[in-house]
Each structure stands twice: as structure tokens, then as C-alpha cells.
């Protein structure tokens, strides 16, 4: 290895993608991360500049281009100068929750009752 790549596992870490590099380097040998576009099994696989990595982080599949490798692991304002989000996650709604598509009813309404509820099964069934 020279100074122009970094292992992937350590760069992770730098980048503060994940709290220690154990766990980086974990997630490596899961298979999830690809680093451009090829599947990467192993923590000793080298990066370098412009490099793309994409990996499920949470809720979200980060899109990261590698701008620096880094030395260390400093503070998040200096992780973030080491690459460039090309797909940002989405902000959460108003009410906190990603997810928006569940039904809402009006306040005080209670639960479904039992013909409601068949009601909206057979809607259902009907897709």
C-alpha cells in the first residue's frame, strides 16, 4: 500500500462514518458496501481519490465520491472535508417519521370499527 490509497476500513472510520474501526471493518465483510459499483468482501480493500462508495447507512443508501484520504480520525467538521455527498439523504417530515403513507384518521375518531375495517380490507383486495 502507498500514500496515494488507504485501506477502506480505516478511511471509514476517518470519515466518521461509523464509531470504531471494528465496526467498520465488520461492515466491510458484510458485502453491503460497493465500491465502485463492485461488491467489496474484505477491509484491506485500497481506496483513492474519486473513488465512489455506496452503502446503507440507517434509513438511508449513501453515495459518497472520496475527496481526501485523511490521516487521522479528527473532529466531524474535518471528516467532512474528506467527501462529497452526491446523494444526500432525505429530511424527515414535520412529524419526525420517514415513513408517511400510513392512514390518518381524525382525532378523537378511536379505532376502525369492525365494517370499517372489512370496508378497507376489501378496498385492498381489490389492487
Request: charge should be positive.
Amino acid at each position: 500500500m502507498n500514500e496515494l490509497s488507504l485501506r477502506i476500513d480505516k478511511w471509514l472510520w476517518y470519515a466518521r462514518f461509523f464509531k470504531s474501526r471494528t465496526l467498520a471493518s465488520t461492515f466491510c465483510a458484510s458485502s453491503r458496501l460497493r465500491l465502485n459499483e463492485h461488491h467489496v468482501s474484505k477491509a484491506h480493500q485500497t481506496l483513492r481519490v474519486g473513488d465512489v462508495l455506496t452503502f446503507p447507512l440507517g434509513d438511508h443508501v449513501r453515495v459518497i465520491e472520496v475527496i481526501e484520504l485523511g490521516t487521522r480520525r479528527g473532529p466531524a467538521t474535518e471528516a467532512q472535508m474528506l467527501y462529497k455527498d452526491l446523494d444526500p439523504p432525505k429530511p424527515r417530515s414535520k412529524t419526525g417519521k420517514v415513513d408517511d403513507r400510513v392512514a390518518i384518521r381524525e382525532r378523537g375518531a378511536g379505532r376502525p370499527t369492525k365494517t370499517e375495517r372489512r370496508a378497507t380490507d376489501r378496498l385492498r383486495e381489490q389492487d
